[in-house]
C-alpha cells in the first residue's frame, strides 16, 4: 500500500527565514503526491501537487516541491516564511481516488 | 466554489449513543469520504463512496458505519459511541484524485 512518512512533528522558524519539510514516501511507481496545509480553524487547503513531468512543481502562497526518485521524498519548502504560514502541513499520497495523509509537520514560525 | 457542509461543528455525545454525523457537497460529485483527524496521526479514512448507495471500508471502519441514498449527502453513523471516538471528523468530496474538497470538520466529545 502506498503510504508518506513526514519524520519532524513540529518545526520552528523565525519570520523570514527559509523552509523545508521532509516528506518520504513508499510507492513502486510513480506516486501521486501533494501537499495540503490546515491552518488554525480552517478547513484543510491544497498547497501543491505532483503526477508527472517535471520534478519541481510550484504552489500556492510561495511554496514549491521537489519530487526526488532517488530518495523517495517529495520535500516542501519555501525560501521566506511568513508569520501567516504557521499551521499544520500534511504530506499525501493518492491511489484509487483515495488520499493517504502523512501525521502532519505543524510549523511554528517566531516573529 | 465546491462546498462541502458538516452540519455540526461541534457535538457533545454520550457513551452508548447512536450518533449521526451528515455531510452534504454541492457539485454532483461521484465521490466521497469520511476521515478521523487525530493528533500525531494525520488523517485516518474511516469509510468512502464512489456512487449512491455504495460504500467501502477505509482503514480504520470498526465502531463505524454509512449511508449514502442521495449523492449530494454522506452520512457517517456512530452506533454506539465511545469515549475513544472523540476526535475530529472530516468529510470529503471529489471528482478525482486531483479536486479533494474538505468540510470545516465535525470537533465529537464522547462523554
Known amino acids: 500500500a502506498q503510504s508518506v512518512t513526514q519524520p519532524d512533528i513540529h518545526i520552528t522558524v523565525s519570520e523570514g527565514a527559509s523552509l523545508e519539510l521532509r516528506c518520504n514516501y513508499s510507492y513502486g511507481a510513480t506516486p501521486y503526491l501533494f501537499w495540503y496545509v490546515q491552518s488554525p480553524g480552517q478547513g484543510l487547503q491544497l498547497l501543491l501537487k505532483?503526477?508527472?513531468?517535471?520534478?519541481l512543481v510550484q504552489g500556492i502562497k510561495g511554496f514549491e516541491a521537489e519530487f526526488k526518485r532517488s530518495q523517495s521524498s517529495f520535500n516542501l519548502r519555501k525560501p521566506s516564511v511568513h508569520w501567516s504560514d504557521a499551521a499544520e502541513y500534511f504530506c499525501?499520497?493518492?491511489?484509487?481516488?483515495?488520499?493517504?495523509f502523512g501525521t502532519g509537520t505543524q510549523l511554528k514560525v517566531e516573529l | 466554489d465546491v462546498k462541502v457542509t458538516q452540519s455540526s461543528r461541534y457535538l457533545v455525545k454520550r457513551t452508548g449513543e447512536k450518533v449521526f454525523l451528515e455531510c452534504v457537497q454541492d457539485?454532483?460529485?461521484?465521490?466521497m469520504f469520511w476521515y478521523r483527524q487525530d493528533p500525531g496521526l494525520g488523517l485516518r479514512l474511516i469509510y468512502f463512496s464512489y456512487d449512491v448507495k455504495m460504500k467501502e471500508k477505509g482503514d480504520i471502519p470498526e465502531g463505524y458505519s454509512v449511508s449514502r441514498e442521495k449523492k449530494e449527502r454522506f452520512s457517517l453513523i456512530l452506533e454506539s459511541a465511545s469515549t475513544n471516538q472523540t476526535s475530529m471528523y472530516l468529510c470529503a468530496s471529489s471528482l478525482d484524485r486531483d479536486g479533494y474538497t474538505f468540510g470545516s470538520g465535525t470537533r465529537l466529545t464522547v462523554v
Open positions: 499525501v499520497t493518492g491511489g484509487g481516488n483515495k488520499l493517504t
Open positions: 505532483y503526477f508527472s513531468g517535471d520534478t
Open positions: 457539485m454532483d460529485h461521484e465521490n
